[in-house]
């Protein structure tokens, strides 16, 4: 199976935990977009989403599927995103589609967690996948000193061919950390999220996954 079959199959199971009469909160990415693909023909059983990126709320629209504003709704039963890495504990980097921020804020807001991913992402050890920071972009160099006292290699994302800096929907720009060996997720969240000038970190360890649907060569397996 390729890697896309693979998270074809994930974004097809997912489906199983869509609750009925409820709003879905919906993340960013190639597994989350074949998921949205996947919810648009049940889009009727639904209420509606809440869609972690502008990329997520257009494929969404498209399909025709109600968006609310986070601001409008007081609880998402399920929130389904992909994810970079994650460990068979939940503990996940997340951000490689710089949306960290905002799937950060609709997971918070969910009752249940479900990442879905080919087999590939799931690791021993958070951080060979480098780790994505947002930041206010007046604070990017201090946070860059900071993040390499942590003993990180820092680099600024930077639009696809240019030296531009990619700036996200927040108006934040990426700071992208190789060369972390995360022993402690939850302690580099924490120590992370208290760098000021930080936005979000894209490490999802407090609040990990709940239920991750991995595809396999021999089909769909689920750690819970
Ligand atoms: C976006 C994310 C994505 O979930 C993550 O990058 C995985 O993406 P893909 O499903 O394309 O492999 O965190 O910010």
Partial sequence: M?????????????????????????????????????????KDRIKGTVASSEATAARLRGHGIPV???????????????????????AMIKGGGAALTREKIVASVSKRFVCIADGSKLVGTLGKFPLPVEVIP????????????????????????????????????????????????VALETEINGIVGVIAVGLFAKQGANVCLLGMADGVKTLS
Avoid: C, H, W
């Avoid at 696809?160 to 995360?182: K, R």
């Fill in 2 to 42: 390729t890697q896309d079959e693979l998270k074809q199959a994930v974004a097809r199971a997912a489906i199983d935990y869509v609750v009925d009469g409820e709003i879905i909160g919906v993340g960013t990415g190639s597994t989350a977009n074949f998921f949205i693909d996947e919810l648009a023909k049940i």
């Fill in 68 to 90: 609310f504003d986070l601001n409008e709704v007081e609880s998402i039963a399920v929130y389904i995103d992909g994810a970079d890495e994650i460990t068979e504990q939940g």
């Fill in 138 to 185: 007046m604070a990017r160099a201090v946070v860059m000193r900071k993040l390499a006292a942590l003993g990180g290699q820092p680099r600024l994302r930077t639009k696809a061919g240019s030296d531009e800096a990619f700036i996200t929907d927040n108006g934040g720009e990426i700071i992208d950390v190789a060369g972390l060996q995360i022993a402690d997720p």
